[in-house]
């Protein structure tokens, strides 16, 4: 298993479940995989909410940074954390394993008028015929 993608799972799947109401039920398991007290992840949790609540983007990315971190000590020495992490985001974020990554950079080049870029995945696109512009070019 990449470790690298089980700690950006990870951490992304562990700052969600700290602002929803599963934090509840994943707390416990997260304490004893991390050898964490359950006190200090209320701690941070508290500190996620803050951040959230005060639309601080950089505390929140430093958060992230932070989970990814502490993930990234306990999965690279310990099998069973691997194990038991793997487990959680199976239970929790199913399509974990399955999102591929995907980055679409577009650049350079002139863009004129109604330009677009899609990216994703599954489109339908309806487009009325193009108007002629004020040459009288259809295009």
Do not use: C, K
Not at 38 to 50: F, G, K, M, V, W
Not at 63 to 81: G, K
């Amino acid at each position: 298993m990449d470790v690298g993608a089980l700690v950006t799972a990870g951490a992304t799947t562990v700052i969600g479940l700290m602002a929803s109401d599963a934090w509840t039920y994943t707390s416990g398991r997260l304490a004893r995989l991390l050898g964490r007290s359950e006190q200090e992840l209320r701690s941070s949790r508290a500190e996620l909410l803050l951040a959230r609540t005060d639309g601080d983007v950089p505390a929140l990315e430093q958060f992230e940074e932070d989970w990814r971190e502490r993930l990234r000590v306990v999965l690279e020495t310990d099998q069973a954390a691997v194990r038991e992490l793997t487990a959680l985001l199976d239970e929790v974020n199913p399509g974990w394993r399955g999102t591929p990554s995907i980055v679409n950079t577009v650049s350079g080049g002139d863009f004129h008028g109604n330009s677009q870029v899609f990216m994703g995945r599954e489109f339908t696109i309806n487009q009325s015929p193009r108007q002629p512009d004020d040459r009288g070019n259809s295009g």
